[in-house]
């Protein structure tokens, strides 16, 4: 399609052809007119796509998604570095070893030796995790034990029941263990609240004012007194939850309780530790717990289990939740991210950042919680790129295919247009013709009367007659140009001499340089004839020896030359012009070009010879160049194949 405006009555041709029926209903122009009703609410769409993109956030964020997030969650905990210990607490489990040795449990006369063993070793704290009441063994065996557990600081045995403080004094064992601290320490599952799978994540620090066993023993350690003081601690219904830094099992390798009984341990070994006394017999699934790590029932024991919950508040390491206004931010942000990428980028290039933002925010979120222990959520994120994504894609879609069709109407529209121009001009290209050689006839048929006409008038027809023929060539020039914007060029070859072609133009001109001064010199080696379009090589031909003519100065010369090089047939035309500059040598073979030089002379010219040279040369297979420089004149340069054959 030409790229051409031709002012007809000082409008575009386009404006001329749309105001007159040539073709172009106005039901046309109406649709045009509708297209730009997107144009004019432009300003809209960043808007909308903000408020999209809150509006996905908002809705996702009103479901909490706990499952997901604690599967999230627990993959962090996977993959993170295992935390050390912190040395200070020791695990005892009654075992298969012990429970092979002893035919059964240990009875109270067992749990007496055991105990007679520790208190040599001068423990900081005992952890009961049994019901004493349920021993086999004498009532004397029973008081012996609870005599012998009173003269050890900090002994305790556990119940996974909580009480407010208000109540916690009158949780008591039966006789005779009544004399003995009986204290809570349970180990959370999420059954209700967060993930609801029946996983243990969390620390319960203190319900309703009581501080539960774990938090009391690591004060010994670190001192904390204020529940709230705990790294990640948090406050929920009356109590105090972190989150456990949780280590894989067999962090805390146990000792067989029948090991100790017996005294096969490293003397010292529990001095100033803290003791978790309990069962991990593989045999009973209520003494295990499912962690991050894994589902199966017997995951982990809850001897084990109390080992990282002490160990976590002893070292303050629990884990610390992100602030509910970083996960609303987080995804506004990601969300209104992703619209824009679904706008902006193509589909393929879309889908490969969205996907990288994902998998960047999660390597984020998961860099911070192995370093640092900072939890942020990631299923509002992650949830709200994706829907987000699934929304605008349709919009998207539909809004390129409303641009689709809008261009196709554009495309239809400016298509009858570009052939309504050609029409015209070729119409009106053929009917100026007539009239243009009639003029010439009469001005030439004038000329010939001898005596009749003063040198005035004479002088008159001969301008009559240049500005005829200047105008038949421009107006060839227009046909030609319809002709290849049509397609409707086609060579018509002929076997010729290229010299035989420079002799007829150089004759032709020979006259008009002589007006000059300018001096014509042909350098013609001798040729073979070769196959082409004799009439397109001729204007070629006529176009560059008439324009060094035009632009080269009085009393200077022009060279034509002719040989052959490299199986081509090359023709040059050297001028004495004033040149071309460097930055426009690339452009002056463009359509309705001139350069600079050539708008300030007073030569007139279309712009369209240069353009119409190129063409035709490369039409026959070869190529037209220039080598110039400004103020010193022009050489341009064809090339034919002598097999006269288009590539």
């Known amino acids: ?108 006369r067992d749990n007496i ?53 208000s109540s916690y004094a009158h949780m008591k064992l039966a006789k005779p263990f009544d004399t003995l601290s009986l204290a809570s320490a349970p180990v959370t599952r999420d059954n209700i609240t967060f993930a609801g799978d029946k996983v243990t994540r969390r620390i319960l620090i203190s319900f309703e004012g009581q501080l539960m066993l774990q938090s009391i023993l690591a004060n010994i350690h670190n001192h904390i007194v204020n529940p709230l003081s705990y790294k990640g601690s948090y406050e929920n219904s009356g109590s105090i939850f972190t989150f456990i830094a949780l280590r894989p099992q067999g962090t805390y390798k146990p000792l067989s309780f029948i090991d100790v009984r017996d005294g096969r341990f490293p003397k010292g070994f529990f001095k100033n530790k803290i003791l978790i006394i309990g069962r991990d017999t593989q045999a009973d699934s209520d003494d295990y717990i499912l962690t991050p790590y894994s589902r199966y029932p017997l995951a982990m024991s809850r001897v084990e289990a109390q080992a990282n919950i002490v160990d976590t508040l002893i070292k303050n390491s629990g884990i610390v939740r992100a ?125 010939r009367e001898k005596g009749s006409l003063s040198s005035t008038q004479r002088e008159a027809l001969s301008t009559i007659m240049g500005s005829s023929e200047e105008l038949g060539r421009f107006i060839g020039s227009i046909l030609d140009l319809s002709r290849i914007e049509s397609k409707e060029m086609k060579l018509q070859k002929t076997s010729r ?19 000059k001064e300018i001096q014509l010199i042909p350098q013609l080696d001798p040729l073979f004839s070769v196959k082409m379009d004799v009439d397109l090589i001729r204007q070629v031909f006529t176009n560059l020896i008439e324009n060094a003519i035009k632009y080269s100065p009085e009393t200077s010369t022009v060279i034509i030359s002719s040989k052959e090089e490299q199986n081509r047939i090359c023709v040059s035309v050297t001028d004495s012009g004033p040149g071309i500059d460097k930055d426009e040598v690339d452009n002056i073979f463009l359509k309705f070009y001139r350069s600079k030089a050539a708008k300030a002379s007073p030569i007139k010219g279309s712009g369209l010879g240069l353009y119409l040279a190129k063409y035709f040369v490369e039409l026959h297979g070869g190529d037209i160049s220039v080598e110039s420089q400004s103020q010193s004149g022009s050489t341009f340069k064809v090339q034919l194949p002598i097999e006269g054959a288009a590539p």
């Open 497 to 515: 001499d290229v010299n035989a072609i420079l002799r007829e133009v150089i004759t032709k001109y020979q006259f008009i340089a002589a007006e």
């Open 323 to 447: 602030p509910t206004g970083i996960n609303v931010v987080l995804t506004i942000l990601l969300a209104y991210l992703t619209v824009l990428l679904v706008w902006r980028a193509r589909p393929v290039n879309g889908i490969l950042l969205i996907l990288a933002q994902a998998a960047a925010f999660t390597f984020i979120a998961y860099l911070l919680f192995a370093t640092f222990g900072l939890w942020v959520k990631m299923i509002h994120p992650l949830l709200a790129i994706f829907v987000s994504y699934y929304f605008f894609i349709p919009y998207r879609l539909i809004s390129e295919n409303k641009k689709t069709w809008e261009y196709a109407q554009k495309n239809r529209l400016l298509t009858q247009v570009e052939e309504l121009k050609t029409n015209f001009l070729s119409m009106m290209s053929h009917d100026l013709k007539t009239p243009i050689a009639r003029i010439q006839g009469m001005a030439e048929t004038a000329l």
């Open 1 to 108: 399609m030409a790229e051409t405006t031709v002012l007809v009555g000082q409008k575009p041709l386009a404006l001329f052809l749309l105001n007159y029926p040539l073709g172009v209903s106005k039901k046309n122009v109406k649709e045009v007119e509708g297209m730009s009703f997107v144009v004019r609410w432009k300003f809209f769409y960043p808007t909308v796509r903000f408020l999209g993109a809150v509006a996905i956030a908002t809705i996702l964020l009103r479901f909490p998604f706990y499952f997901l997030e604690g599967s999230l969650y627990d993959a962090r905990v996977r993959f993170s570095p295992t935390q050390s210990v912190s040395g200070d607490v020791v695990t005892i489990a009654v075992d298969q070893k012990t429970i092979s040795t002893l035919q059964g449990a240990p009875d109270a």
């Open 113 to 165: 030796k055991l105990l007679n063993q520790l208190k040599a070793e001068n423990p900081e704290a005992v952890m009961y995790m049994d019901d004493p009441t349920q021993w086999a063994g004498t009532e004397d065996e029973k008081v012996e034990f609870s005599k012998n557990a009173a003269t050890l600081q900090n002994f305790f045995f556990t119940t996974e029941q909580v009480a407010p403080l």
